[in-house]
């Protein structure tokens, strides 16, 4: 069950602004992270294969297609190379933590290959809002 992440944990940053990542995701990240805005206002955490991976998907895109252009400011200017500590945690730089609305509380949902990294309050609001629209995302998806 490692090849994905998944599951909703509740996590703390502490003064210097380290999360932990959930202990059972560590083993993931043994080569390294990529902390970055994402989608939603959250930030997402990349193991450094993912990363990697995620970049030459990038790469392929004309670099005259202004959409591709401004995903790779959006990604990448953010982008914050970390290696976990001894006790699993990642510093979040104080520009990703002001992008995010990080103070003391996170939350941290998994995402098929990468990890996201939620203010509590917006988590509960994108929730509430997947929790409405979802039965018509479904039947769109044919499912």
Known sequence: MESYF???FAHSLDEKGRLAIPAKFRGRFKEGAV???????????????????LNDDIAKRPRTDPAATRFRHFLLAGAH???PDGQGRLTLPSHL????????????????DHLEVWEPG???????KVQADIAGDLKDLGI
Do not use: F, K
């Open 6 to 8: 998944s599951g909703e």
């Open 35 to 53: 902390v970055t805005r994402w989608l939603g206002e959250c930030l997402a955490i990349w193991p450094a294969p993912e990363w990697t991976s």
């Open 81 to 83: 190379e970390a290696d």
């Open 97 to 112: 933590r002001e992008y995010a609305n990080l103070q003391n509380a996170a939350v941290v949902i998994g995402n098929s």
């Open 122 to 128: 917006r988590w509960r609001a994108e929730l509430a």
